[in-house]
């Protein structure tokens, strides 16, 4: 075996272990007066969603069948998208908070 060869794999392997994250973005919502703003926004595959909550009271970032993320007061929680889809959540506290994500695969 030539050991340019395993050298090449291995630079291979390196290369995808550092391109991976470098592609997923953190993405920040912020939490206003009961508004998640942006309230629309578009993510992908990898991503990460941090909350950043500026209210004084509790709130969470639920979807019906899906995660339920607490978002304590002066908290800033996060969330890695998982799966691609038009994603629709809202706050158990306040139903009036609304939030939408389209994700797209990576
Ligand atoms: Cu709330």
Known sequence: MLPGRYLLMFMVVIWGMISVPACAATIQVSIDNLVFSPAEL??????????????????????????DVKIEANSSPSLVLTKAGIVDYYCRFHPNMKGRMTITAE
């Open 42 to 67: 578009k993510a992908r595959v990898g991503d990460t969603i941090t909350w950043i909550n500026r209210d004084i009271v509790a709130h969470t970032a639920t979807v019906r069948g899906g995660f």
